[in-house]
């Protein structure tokens, strides 16, 4: 007696389209793998280049410290420059300073990011460092600050006083000139056309 599969045909179709099924399932699955692949290296480029603009600036900020000695002493907000010390935190925000003065360097870099800085010296007061009630972050270095430049005999060797140099002390020599510096906080911030921020923040001193 012979038998016919009839009651078997139909049976691969369902099989079939669930292995299709399947089969898309993991296609779409490994396209969103490799597409958030792609953005997370984007990204992760796109901060490098934001990190590399904080450092231009940096240097503008420098520059334009060494430049502008004269008005040191003076808010030049303008300038992005604060003349007393803020409580500001590294993004610029502060309870008492509503909208710190960023300035915005003139261009964008080779990577399209647009660069500013803020400048604050770490005084309680404007006018001279050295003005009553002025109380300023600052070092004094001695021109000649290793021992050997001082008289070694009784109180001819000198006093100590906060070094600006490697040493955490410098001595002050009898008879040397000694120098104050006094110390500028920078806070750069780097932003690029994915609207991606990075910050910056360093510290300077400048002769008094």
């Known amino acids: 007696m012979k038998s016919h599969p009839y009651g078997q045909r139909g049976i691969s179709l369902p099989v079939t389209l669930i292995i299709l099924v399947a089969m898309i399932m993991l296609g779409l699955a490994a396209f969103r793998a490799v597409d958030t692949s792609g953005q997370l290296a984007g990204n992760i480029a796109a901060r490098e280049t934001t990190l590399m603009g904080t450092d231009a600036g940096i240097e503008g900020a420098i520059t334009w410290l060494g430049n502008n000695l004269a008005l040191l002493t003076s808010h030049q907000t303008a300038n992005g420059y604060y003349a007393t010390q803020q409580n500001l935190d590294v993004f610029g925000e502060s309870s008492s300073l509503a909208d710190?003065?960023?300035?915005?360097?003139?261009?964008?870099?080779?990577?399209?990011?647009?660069?500013?800085?803020?400048?604050?010296?770490?005084?309680?007061?404007?006018?001279?460092?050295?003005?009553?009630?002025?109380?300023?972050?600052?070092?004094?270095?001695?021109?000649?600050?290793?021992?050997?430049?001082?008289?070694?005999?009784?109180?001819?060797?000198?006093?100590?006083?906060?070094?600006?140099?490697?040493?955490?002390?410098?001595?002050v020599c009898p008879g040397n000139t000694n120098k104050t510096w006094v110390f500028y906080r920078i806070v750069a911030r780097s932003i690029n056309s994915r609207n991606t921020a990075s910050y910056t923040e360093a510290f300077v001193r400048i002769e008094n």
């Open 100 to 171: 710190p003065a960023w300035f915005v360097l003139p261009s964008t870099d080779s990577s399209g990011n647009t660069n500013s800085y803020f400048i604050t010296r770490m005084c309680t007061a404007p006018g001279s460092p050295g003005d009553a009630g002025n109380l300023c972050s600052s070092c004094v270095e001695s021109v000649s600050s290793t021992p050997e430049n001082c008289s070694k005999g009784g109180g001819g060797y000198g006093n100590y006083a906060i070094g600006c140099g490697n040493s955490a002390v410098a001595r």
